[in-house]
């Protein structure tokens, strides 16, 4: 095992062994520190022979897996009730997310999920809805989605949407296939997509994954689209500019009605990345801006959990201009009810569908929570909620920018607020030491690295649902660190973190030489 040598012993053994803690921590005989945990994998804590439920003997028969069926023990931890939730509560300790404090991970959103989007989720007309069910049967849900469209239309100021795509990157393969249609339609053949530097990296990924060839525009010193870089590269073989807006930096594109124009003039489309709609819901309305195709993160602008891979949801609202190109199923309202129209030869007349993009229309539970906050909110309620979360982000901006380097001067951000390395320079403290020293003081670092056109980025999304004692904790904690790193007090910086349940992991060794196989170690007891 070598991932876990600069970082707290992952053997029992070694654990006791004198000389393996450093010196200034207290040795345990347990491994353990306090009420933390040193928690082996269940497979280690498992006893042969024990069960925590009686279950009857089963009948073996070859009858139904012939030649397949199981000839060994097939491995399972056997543990007592007690043990397993034991185990599984220390997990739980282990783990960092927003219920247990800020998260200020720039770009991902990592805002406050009111509890009342949880219970109406798990109503059991919503919670325990199959999507095979008749749609006769599933009015109500098909109601709330199309409330939900209603709700997205009239926030974006576009005409339609499509709610199926799974998540954010789903939702961008959706607008550019939809864009990729509507040329076709028109009997060209564009290949070619403009993505300014500042998008998101999913953006070129997923342009190149729908056939088309990537052409990077450059940005400006201000951290902004070149706008005299963008018009040379405009043309009649491009197909769509992708922009970010507010863009990576955490600014917003000043020129985008500029842009918008000379992008249609061009005879392309406007693709804008939502995934920071939560910094303007409620107060600019994409569609007023020229924008043709945008996803929404549902999870990010309208508070639905997120992380870990989902489900997730990312539907896409598309102008008039693409909207006749939507996915299947479309779902209309007549005097019929509600009804998905999955087959073409029931399509209302100019539809002409690009295809579909799932199984089913979406993730039900994720369109609950996401109707839940905004009626909750109301209108004016998800533009306060933009509102806090730019006058966050500029708080916390305003308040370390004497200590801390922002690449782009004194003018005010987004919802995000971006730092440089810049003020570390000559301390021998890196970004990477300063964020893990972070984790040392309880939070979880901030977004590094990121965005790619910032030397050492350190991008900080606070969100609205912080109070403003919460961001005073947390700017003190990173004045401080700020402070010590200038004056070179290295201490705490080398090794961080070590107070966490791994210290710093030799990371180039995990990449380049990942253990990937487990073998169960012994672990040591009284008596046999």
Not at 102 to 130: I, Q, V, W
Not at 229 to 236: C, D, F
Not at 341 to 362: K, N, Q, T, V, W
Not at 446 to 454: E, N
Request: with cysteine; glycine share 10%; net charge negative.
């Amino acid at each position: 095992m070598t991932m876990n040598n600069q970082g707290r012993p992952s053997s029992i053994d070694k654990m006791v062994a004198p000389g393996t803690i450093e010196a200034n921590e207290l040795p345990t005989i347990s491994g353990d520190r306090g009420l933390d945990h040193e928690e082996p994998l269940i497979f280690e804590i498992g006893r042969d022979g024990m069960t925590g439920v009686d279950l009857p003997d089963v009948q073996l028969s070859d009858a139904r897996l012939g030649g397949q069926r199981r000839r060994g023990p097939i491995g399972l931890p056997g543990l007592s009730e007690p043990e397993v939730v034991r185990h599984y509560v220390r997990l739980s300790r282990q783990n960092y997310a927003i219920d247990a404090g800020l998260y200020p991970l720039g770009s991902c959103t990592m805002k406050h999920n009111p509890r009342l989007n949880e219970k109406m989720a798990r109503l059991p007309g919503f919670g325990d809805l199959h999507p095979l069910s008749p749609q006769s049967a599933t009015q109500g849900a098909l109601a709330l989605i199309s409330e939900l469209m209603t709700w997205l239309t009239t926030l974006t100021g576009m005409p339609a949407v499509a709610m199926s795509p799974k998540a954010g990157a789903h939702g961008e393969l959706c607008g550019l296939l939809a864009i990729r249609a509507a040329i076709a339609a028109r009997g060209e053949t564009r290949r070619r997509i403009l993505v300014p530097e500042s998008a998101h990296g999913t953006n070129p990924a997923t342009a190149a994954f729908a056939g088309f060839a990537i052409d990077e525009v450059k940005g400006t010193a201000d951290g902004r689209v070149d706008m005299v870089e963008l018009e040379g590269k405009l043309g009649p073989d491009v197909a769509a500019i992708m922009l970010t807006n507010p863009n990576t930096c955490g600014l917003f594109e000043r020129d985008i009605r500029h842009m918008a124009d000379a992008t249609h003039k061009a005879g392309a489309y406007f693709y804008c990345d939502g995934a920071n709609f939560n910094a303007i819901a409620g107060r600019v309305r994409p569609g007023d801006l020229g924008v043709d195709a945008m996803h929404i993160n549902l999870h990010k602008t309208f508070s639905t959990p997120h992380g870990g891979g989902g489900p997730g949801a990312g539907p896409v609202v598309l102008s008039a201009a693409l909207a006749p190109f939507a996915p299947l199923p479309l779902l209309v309202h007549d005097e019929r009810g509600f009804r998905l129209i999955e087959d073409r030869d029931d399509l209302p007349e100019g539809a002409r569908p690009f295809g579909r993009m799932s199984a089913f229309h979406g993730q039900m539970g994720m369109f609950v929570r996401a109707l839940a906050y905004m009626l909750s909110h109301g209108r004016d309620g998800v533009r306060q909620a933009s509102e806090d979360a730019v006058l966050s982000a500029n708080y916390i901006l305003a308040s370390l920018k004497d200590v801390m380097s922002a690449p782009f001067g004194d003018g005010p951000c987004m919802h995000e607020a971006l730092f440089d390395d810049s003020f570390l320079a000559g301390t021998g403290v890196t970004t990477l030491d300063f964020a893990k020293a972070m984790i040392d003081e309880g939070y979880h670092p901030m977004t590094m690295y990121f965005p790619l056109v910032v030397h050492g980025a350190m991008l900080i999304e606070p969100t609205e649902s912080e109070s403003k004692e919460s961001l005073d904790r947390f700017v003190h904690v990173l004045r401080e660190l700020a402070l010590e790193a200038k004056a070179k007090k290295t201490e705490r910086f080398a090794g961080a973190p070590r107070l966490a349940p791994r210290r710093r992991l030799d990371e180039t060794a995990a990449a380049r030489k990942p253990v990937l196989r487990w073998k169960k170690r012994e672990l040591p007891q009284a008596a046999e």
